[in-house]
């Protein structure tokens, strides 16, 4: 196993060697990068097609039919269709659970938080001195509820004995043995359960966990299940340029919204737009502080215990080095102080009042700003910040910068400049529209070059969803996956930084990280994975025959021999594993 790993942090580090790509090379390297990752049948679908008509196609996901399964799938994931005050409303936190337990706090008038709430307050038993971070001890506990060998079999029986007990527990008791199981416990019984049961398992629990458990589940789906590969591609894409932290505070309740309203709409429209979404988005305005960045002279919020709030510059020094100009772009230190200055009054409402983007005259620095050599004159209000946005979205280095960051999703971490350039002139002449920049970069010779051909290592999402999708595992229960992606380095929608995830090749490769997709690997081909199943009968045993129905063509010579020493006598599901495993199966 050890030459293995070796074998793989070698190859992946000296990078791809490979001839001229023929036009088979050619159909399995778009759905490398457009995709994440060919299933059975993708190949001979694009065959069909043609390579030239499915990429459009990809570049117009409406004119391609959905996968009626991924509907199935979204379904149950209601916080992802919910507004941001819904959610919040919804989803009560722990510590409001707790004071109104306890007496401390009284009911929510809100008639949708009042019902979340009374799902749960009263099946927990709480002194009214009970510290804010103790555990919540259930009403009636579960020897109460289950009888001795119900329980043991719960913590130690099979995956189905389990299932056996649960079905039996009568539906008007199952609310009270949710809370009375421990936490622990609670969590090895997700992937038994039905889906509906599932969800409150954990909403009569822990209601704020299900944000990030369907934000997860729903991307996990999406980007196995979808037709509309380029599109989930891009959605990632451009979440991590214009990244939000889902554990700041109130952005727990607001990252739904953002990547279904600021990102989702508009990631293959006009980048112009998709700058100002982002910019109101209150997710984004939390994350960076914008929120609280107010003029000289304004006025003091009524709690005198509150600091006095003043000029913020953190998501204007953000929003030109990473979200357009980039870091050598041109703009000064100067230049993000006038920025701050424009963007003064662009702030959130109240959550009573909905929690969205609010423009507050009250706060906003009415002088003269001059921002990359443009002077927005004084009095102005909301469209300080739209003349900055407008300046920004038609700077030649936002065309550059741009440009040379999809390359490097698309092509290769150091793409030519001849391709940046092509890429940058389309920026500029069309105004900005990313499907027309990407339709340059897709046509493109580069694109198609050996040097490009497999260069691109897989980021530990694309390497665990690409297994799933190239094995044809079913997957019933996204989640466990979730947390075998944030065990590899990548927790969703967690990356604390605005930066977002790199996708560099360098930030992916070492041996710990390789050795721990090795284990992921062969536990999906064994099914231990919860809540996804593999038919290693689907595959010969024979690794040269494996790794084409894996690959979809031939693995390395020095990768076969490594996997025919450590698999001899074996049945196929090793052979499986350590394919997906393998040098090979982490490039795209």
């Known amino acids: 196993m050890r030459k293995l790993i070796a074998v793989a942090a070698l190859a992946l580090c000296l990078g791809a060697r490979s001839p001229k790509l023929s036009k088979d090379d050619q159909v399995l390297h778009a759905l490398n990068r457009l995709t994440f990752g060919p299933r059975q049948g993708d190949i001979e679908a694009v065959r069909k097609t043609g390579i030239k008509k499915w990429i459009d196609l990809q570049l117009h996901p409406e004119r391609i039919a959905e996968n009626p399964e991924l509907a199935q799938r979204l379904a149950p994931l209601e916080s992802l269709r919910l507004s941001q005050s ?62 001795r060998e119900q329980i043991r079999t719960l913590r130690t029986g099979t995956l189905e004995q389990k299932r056996e007990v649960i079905a039996a527990i009568p539906e008007g008791q199952m609310d009270e043995v949710a809370i009375a199981l421990p936490p622990g416990l609670r969590l090895q019984l997700l992937p038994v359960v039905e889906p509906g049961l599932r969800r409150k398992l954990m909403l009569l629990t822990a209601p704020q966990q299900l944000i990030a458990f369907d934000l997860s589940e ?55 737009d998709l700058l100002e979404a982002t910019a109101k988005s209150p997710a984004m305005l939390f994350f960076l502080d914008n929120w609280q960045s107010v003029g000289p002279g304004a006025p003091r919020r009524p709690n005198a215990k509150q600091p006095v709030r003043g000029l913020n510059e953190n998501y204007a020094r953000e929003l030109m080095e990473l979200h357009t100009l980039g870091v050598d772009g041109g703009y000064t230190q100067k230049d993000v102080t006038e920025v701050a200055r424009c963007f003064t009054g662009w702030t959130i409402r109240q959550p009573r009042q909905g929690g969205d983007f609010f423009y507050n005259d009250r706060v906003h620095d009415k002088g003269a700003k001059t921002v990359l050599g443009v002077t927005i004159p004084a009095d102005g209000g909301q469209d300080d910040a739209e003349k900055v946005l407008d300046i920004l979205a038609k700077h030649p280095s936002t065309a550059r910068y741009l440009s040379k960051k999809l390359a490097q999703r698309f092509v290769a971490d150091d793409p030519p400049q001849k391709l940046i350039d092509k890429m940058a002139k389309t920026f500029r002449d069309k105004n900005g529209d990313i499907r027309e920049v990407m339709k340059t970069m897709l046509t493109s010779d580069e694109f198609f070059s050996q040097a490009a051909y497999r260069a691109k290592v897989k980021t530990p999402f694309e390497m665990i969803v690409s297994a799933v999708r190239a094995t044809g595992a079913q997957v019933d229960f996204a989640y466990p996956l979730a947390r075998q992606i944030a065990e590899l380095g990548q ?46 009968s689907l595959f010969s045993g024979d690794p040269g025959e494996v790794a084409h129905q894996i690959l979809y ?27 997906l495993g393998s040098p090979d199966f982490q490039r795209r």
């Open 553 to 579: 063509t031939d693995a390395k010579p020095e990768t076969l021999a490594a996997i025919a020493k450590q698999t001899q006598g074996s049945s196929s599901a090793p052979v499986v594993g350590l394919i």
């Open 491 to 536: 927790p969703l929608y967690r990356k604390l930084e605005p930066t977002g995830y790199s996708d560099a090749n360098s930030e992916w490769v070492n041996s710990a990280a390789l050795l721990a997709r090795m284990n992921f690997a062969l536990a999906l081909a064994q099914n231990k994975v919860p809540g996804a199943k593999l038919d290693a």
């Open 86 to 147: 819904a959610t919040e409303r919804t989803y009560p936190n722990p510590q409001m659970i707790r004071a109104i337990a306890a007496g401390r706090q009284a009911m929510p008038e809100d008639p949708v938080t009042r019902a979340a709430v009374e799902r749960v307050v009263h099946r927990f038993k709480v002194k009214k001195s009970d510290a804010g971070d103790a555990p919540l001890e259930p009403a009636v506990p579960l020897e109460q509820l289950l009888n």
């Open 218 to 272: 729903g991307k996990l789906y999406r980007a196995i299940l979808s037709n509309r590969q380029l599109e989930e591609q891009l959605v990632d894409f451009w979440y991590n340029h214009f990244n939000v932290f889902l554990d700041k505070g109130a952005d727990r309740y607001l990252v739904p919204t953002y990547e279904r309203e600021a990102i989702r709409p508009h990631v293959l429209g006009k980048f112009r």
